[in-house]
């Protein structure tokens, strides 16, 4: 390591003049000479942990303590910017090095020299801790999740709160909750198990209607091609709120554990019934509950469980099914469906799209002769 250290200081100009707080800023503000540049990229390097470093930021630091300690994120980020940028430049103009090995270790050596200016920066902010929290959360203002077509995830938001994501759902929301309520956006379906906190109530965002609670485990229902929304509570309470035109948010109904309440999107109608929870929640868990639902409803579950397109024809549209299926394949499922009803279906041939990707696969279920 101490022979790499002195090439590199070798091929640096020796610091000939007394580096200032005024030489650095104007280095920052990409206003300095050529000679200038490789003064200051030397002092970096051969005499940033020492004495007239400390100096330079000890009377920054006292200069920053009697103003206003409020720094907007947009410096923070350009001065960050500017400390990575420039060096990297700056360091691979100067040190011309042919051997990918040498350059390699330089570039633990190149590490190093920022210690000290990233070290002073953490100083500086580590006194102030509203300003911590602007760095903290400027990266990244809202995150979401998306549970592709076919798969399930889960999600832990950073409340406690845990999150399940049916096939082919997404959910947006901060990455810290702020202000009077934990507001969350849902599009889908979700099993949420929500972490307790009655000064803050936890809000699902849907297309028209918002579900309330504190600390409640409850599942939502609220696929756009849906026509309506579907709220069942397992435990604890919920208010489900209507969204109006002009803004403002109706209360419309309190539900209680074993409850399920289904919202009409085009009239605004509330259907509610008690009991049998488990069959509207059975999917996180890998099962597939049908009770009495028509083979419509079925076809648009299985697509998107399985990712496929299954298209139904009218002759077959009266069929009704009650049953459960636990982690089956896909045409096993339909084998079985076969089997119940007069019903068969076909595979139809993947094509291949001008962009070389093939097109989804498709079934039409039909009448059997």
């Known amino acids: 390591m101490v022979l790499y250290r002195n090439l590199i200081y ?6 000939k003049r007394k580096m200032t707080k005024e030489l650095l800023e ?16 030397g002092w970096m390097k051969q005499h ?4 007239e470093s400390q100096k330079l930021g000890k009377i920054d630091w006292q200069h920053f303590k009697k103003e206003d300690s409020t720094v907007s994120e947009e410096r923070l980020d350009s001065l960050l910017d500017k400390i990575h940028h420039k060096l990297n430049i700056e360091e691979s103009r100067i040190i011309q090095i042919k051997s990918n090995r040498l350059i390699s270790r330089l570039s633990k050596v190149a590490a190093v020299v920022l210690i000290p200016v990233l070290t ?15 760095i903290t959360t400027v990266s990244v203002d809202s ?9 399930r995830t889960v999600v832990e938001l950073s409340d406690g709160s845990v999150v399940h994501l049916n096939y082919g759902s997404r959910i947006k929301y901060p990455q810290n909750f702020s202000g009077r309520t934990r507001g969350v956006a849902l599009i889908g379906e979700a099993y949420f198990e929500v972490s307790h906190n009655p000064d803050k109530p936890f809000v699902v965002n849907t297309d028209g209607i918002n579900i309330r609670a504190l600390g409640t485990v409850f599942n939502v229902n609220a696929y756009p091609e849906n026509n309506d929304i579907a709220t069942t509570l397992v435990e604890g309470k919920v208010v489900v709120e209507e969204l ?26 509330l259907k509610s019934s008690r009991g049998r929870v488990g069959k509207y929640i059975a999917w996180k868990d890998g099962k597939l509950v ?72 498709v079934i039409i279920i039909e009448q059997k002769n």
């Not at 070798?10 to 610091?15: A, F, G, M, Q, R």
């Not at 500086?124 to 300003?131: C, F, G, Q």
């Open 48 to 51: 940033s942990f020492f004495t």
């Open 290 to 361: 049908f009770e009495n639902e028509s083979i419509d409803q079925v076809a648009q579950k299985l697509s998107r469980m399985f990712n496929v397109e299954i298209q139904v024809n009218n002759e077959v549209k009266k069929y009704r099914y009650t049953v459960t299926f636990v982690d089956e394949p896909l045409f096993q499922i339909l084998d079985l469906l076969s089997v119940a009803t007069p019903i068969k279906y076909r595979i139809l041939p993947r094509t291949k799209n001008p962009d070389g990707t093939f097109s989804k696969q």
């Open 120 to 134: 002073f920066l953490l100083y500086t902010i580590s006194e102030n801790n509203r300003l911590t929290n602007q």
């Open 143 to 151: 995150l979401e999740v998306i549970a592709p077509v076919g798969s």
């Open 26 to 41: 104007k280095y920052l503000n990409n206003c300095c000479s050529s000679q200038e540049v490789e003064e200051i990229v």
């Open 244 to 269: 109006k035109n002009n803004g403002h948010i109706k209360a419309i109904k309190e539900m209680l554990p074993g409850q399920h309440l289904r919202y009409e999107k085009n009239t605004g109608d």
């Open 10 to 15: 070798s091929e640096v100009p020796i610091l």
